[in-house]
C-alpha cells in the first residue's frame, strides 16, 4: 500500500479541477463565493432580538469554507442576555455537492446537504433523523448587496413541515479573500 | 438557537438521574488540550507535525489543528505540507466521541471511539469516508505514554482487508 493516502488524494484532485484561474475555493464551493467576507447582521425570531456577525472564509489550503457566527441576545423581560456561538464547515463532495457541518455552543451538531437554487443563493437542509426536528438554512444575496438568512424548523415526523425560526439581513464589512 | 430547540434535541439523549451521576465525557481526551509537536514516519516518509487541541463553542466542543510537513525525500519526492482539522463531539445518543475530521485533500472522516480501547490507548473506528473510494475503512489510535507524550497510529484497509499502518506520530506537548 505504497503512499496509499497520496493516491487517494490524487483520486480526489481529479475531480476538484476545473476551477478558474486564481480561485480560493474548490469547483463545488464556488457557487458560494458570494458569501466570503465579513457580514454584520441584526434580526430576530422565536429566541428574540439579536445582533451578531459572522465570516466565511476559505480554509484547509482553500479546500473548505469556515462560517464563524455569533449572535447577542439583549436581556428581556426575566430573561438575562445571552450568546450563541457557531462555527459551520462547508465542504464538496467529489460529484460537487455541498454539504456542511454545523457545531453551535449549546452543543447541537447539524449534518446539511446543500444547494443553489440560483446565483447568489443557498439552501442547507438536515438529513431526516427519526423522531428529531429537520432544520433548514438559506441564504439570499440581494440586488443592494444586502444578504438575507433564515433558519426553518420542521417538527419530528413532519420533515417537509418547516416553519420559521430565525430570520436575519447582514450586510458586508469586509470582501472575502 | 436557544432554549426551546436545546430542549428537542436534548430529548433524543439521556438524562442521568441521581443515582447515577454523570460523568466528564471529555475526561478520556482531556490530556489532548495544548499545543504539542510530532515526528512522523509512515507511506508519506519523515515530517515533522504542529498540532492544537483546544475547547471551542464554550467547551461544548474539542478542536484540533494540524499542520505536517514532509520535506522532499526518496518516499516522497516533493515533500508536502498536509493539513487538516477535527472537531470532536460527545455523542449523548450513543455516549461515545465522535472524531470527525477535515482533510485539505478534500477527505471528511467520521470516526466513533470504541468501548474495546486498550488499557493506556484510545481508538477511533471510522464510520464514514467521504470522497474516499466506498470499501476503505481507517483507524486513529493514541496511545497515551504520559501527560505530555503521546503516540497516534493512523492505519487504513481497503475490501475488508487488514489495517495497514499509514503513519505513527509521536507528539511532545509544548505548551499546555
Redesign the interface.
Known sequence: ??????F??V???AV?TGSPAGAAV?KGLEPLRFLLGDWQADGGG??GEASGGFTFAP???D??IVRTNYAE?PAAGDKPS?R????M?L????SGEV?A?Y???????IHYAGSTPSVGELTLVSEVVR???RFRLSYKLGADGKLDGR?E?AP?GQPDSFAP??AWTARRQNPGT | MSLALSVCLLLQGSVPGPSNPPENPWSAVQFMVGEWTGESDGQPGKGTVKRTYRFVLGGKFLHEQNVSTYPPQPKNEKGEVHEHWSLLSHDRARHTLVLRQFHQEGFVNQYAMTAESPAGALVFESEALENVHPGWKARETYEVVSPDEFVETFELASGGGAYEVYSKTRFKRLRP
Not at chain 1, 500500500?1 to 497520496?6: A, F, H, L
Not at chain 1, 457545531?103 to 447541537?108: A, F, I, V
Open positions: 500500500m505504497q503512499n496509499i493516502w497520496i487517494l488524494a483520486c480526489a484532485a476538484s474548490p422565536k429566541p480554509s484547509l489550503q479546500r473548505v441576545y445571552s450563541h456561538d457557531d462555527l464547515v465542504y464538496a463532495t467529489e454539504r457541518d457545531y453551535d455552543s449549546e452543543g447541537h451538531v423522531g428529531a426536528p433558519f424548523v419530528p425560526y430565525l
